[in-house]
C-alpha cells in the first residue's frame, strides 16, 4: 500500500495551498460520511440479531459483501419468511450498480502506474524510484480495491480531476468505511444481543427506511417514477400470493413502463434535411413574388 500513500503524497506537495485545503474538506466529508454509515451499520447489526439471526450472519456480510443496501435488502427478505435465494437475489439486483462504477473508478482501483508516480514527482520536484512490483502484490491491491468499490467512495473519486488524488479519494473514503462500517455492526451486533426488544427503540423501521432513503434521489425524472410506481403496485398485489422475496424481484417489470425506444438515426438525420429543402421551398416562393430569378 506505500505506493498509494507515496502518490497522496506527492499530490499534496504540488499545491502546497490549495491542496491543503481541499485535503482538510476531503477529511471533514469522508468523516462525516463515515458517521452517518456508521449509524446505519449499528442499526443493521442489532436489528439483523433481533430478528433471530446468527450473529456472525451480519458479520459475514459486512467483510464479504460490504454493500449496506444489498445486505439490508437481503436480510429483510429473510426475516420475512424468504428462502435465502430470494434474499441473495434480491441483494444481486441492487449490487448491479456497482458494473458501472467499476469501470468509472478502474483506473484508481489498482496499483498506481509509473506514469502517475512520474507524473507527481515532476510536479512536486521530487525524485521518485519506483520498485519493481510482484505480479501477485499488484492483483492483490485490486481485489481490495474492487471489494471497497461503493457509492461514497465513486463519488469522492469522481470529483477529483487529478489522477493522484482520485486515488486518494478513493482509496481513503473506501477504506476508512470499510472500517467504521465493519466497526459499526460489530457494536450493533453486541447491542442487539444485549437488548433484545429492539422494536421498543423503532429499530424495526430501519430496513424500510434506509431502502427509502436509497430510493429517493433516483426518482427526479418522470419515466422513473412511474416505473417505481408500477413496480411498487405490481410488488403490494402479489404479496398475498407469492412467497416473501419473490414480489420484490417482480416488481422489476415495472421498468418495462419507463422503457423508451430510442429514435432511428436515419430519422434525426432525415429531420435537418427536410428543414433545408422547406426553407429552399420557401425562398423559392418569395423570389416568386418579387419576381426575382
Given at each position: 500500500?506505500?505506493?498509494?500513500?507515496?502518490?497522496?503524497?506527492?499530490?499534496?506537495?504540488?499545491?502546497?495551498?490549495?491542496?491543503?485545503?481541499?485535503?482538510?474538506?476531503?477529511?471533514?466529508?469522508?468523516?462525516?460520511?463515515?458517521?452517518?454509515?456508521?449509524?446505519?451499520?449499528?442499526?443493521?447489526?442489532?436489528?439483523?440479531?433481533?430478528?433471530?439471526?446468527?450473529?456472525?450472519v451480519p458479520v459475514a456480510m459486512s467483510l464479504l459483501v460490504f454493500a449496506g443496501g444489498s445486505q439490508f435488502a437481503a436480510v429483510g427478505v429473510v426475516l420475512a419468511g424468504g428462502s435465502p435465494v430470494a434474499a441473495v437475489a434480491a441483494g444481486a439486483?441492487?449490487?448491479?450498480?456497482?458494473?458501472?462504477?467499476?469501470?468509472?473508478?478502474?483506473?484508481?482501483?489498482?496499483?498506481?502506474?509509473?506514469?502517475?508516480?512520474?507524473?507527481?514527482?515532476?510536479?512536486?520536484?521530487?525524485?521518485?524510484?519506483?520498485?519493481?512490483?510482484?505480479?501477485?502484490?499488484?492483483?492483490?491491491?485490486?481485489?481490495?480495491?474492487?471489494?471497497?468499490?461503493?457509492?461514497?467512495?465513486?463519488?469522492?473519486?469522481?470529483?477529483?480531476?487529478?489522477?493522484?488524488?482520485?486515488?486518494?479519494?478513493?482509496?481513503?473514503?473506501?477504506?476508512?468505511?470499510f472500517v467504521v462500517w465493519n466497526v459499526s455492526v460489530l457494536l450493533g451486533v453486541l447491542a442487539g444481543s444485549l437488548v433484545r426488544n429492539t422494536n421498543a427503540f423503532g429499530l424495526d423501521a430501519t430496513f424500510p427506511a434506509v431502502l427509502i432513503a436509497l430510493a429517493l434521489p433516483a426518482l427526479a425524472e418522470r419515466r422513473t417514477r412511474v416505473s417505481a410506481g408500477t413496480g411498487a403496485v405490481i410488488a403490494v398485489a402479489?404479496?398475498?400470493?407469492?412467497?416473501?422475496?419473490?414480489?420484490?424481484?417482480?416488481?422489476?417489470?415495472?421498468?418495462?413502463?419507463?422503457?423508451?425506444?430510442?429514435?432511428?438515426?436515419?430519422?434525426?438525420?432525415a429531420s435537418p434535411l427536410a428543414a433545408r429543402r422547406a426553407g429552399n421551398r420557401a425562398d423559392s416562393s418569395i423570389d416568386s413574388l418579387t419576381g426575382e430569378r
Open positions: 500500500m506505500s505506493p498509494l500513500w507515496r502518490t497522496a503524497g506527492l499530490a499534496r506537495a504540488a499545491e502546497p495551498g490549495s491542496t491543503s485545503r481541499r485535503g482538510s474538506t476531503l477529511v471533514r466529508d469522508v468523516a462525516l460520511v463515515c458517521l452517518a454509515d456508521g449509524l446505519v451499520g449499528v442499526s443493521f447489526g442489532a436489528t439483523t440479531v433481533a430478528g433471530h439471526l446468527h450473529w456472525w439486483v441492487l449490487n448491479t450498480r456497482l458494473l458501472p462504477y467499476g469501470f468509472a473508478v478502474a483506473d484508481v482501483v489498482g496499483p498506481p502506474e509509473r506514469a502517475d508516480l512520474d507524473a507527481g514527482a515532476q510536479a512536486s520536484g521530487a525524485e521518485v524510484q519506483v520498485r519493481a512490483r510482484p505480479v501477485r502484490s499488484g492483483w492483490l491491491i485490486r481485489a481490495l480495491g474492487a471489494q471497497v468499490i461503493t457509492d461514497e467512495s465513486t463519488a469522492f473519486a469522481l470529483r477529483q480531476t487529478d489522477p493522484a488524488r482520485r486515488r486518494a479519494a478513493f482509496w481513503g473514503c473506501g477504506l476508512a468505511l402479489l404479496t398475498p400470493v407469492l412467497p416473501a422475496g419473490l414480489p420484490v424481484l417482480a416488481a422489476l417489470a415495472g421498468l418495462v413502463t419507463g422503457w423508451r425506444p430510442r429514435r432511428r438515426t436515419t430519422e434525426r438525420a
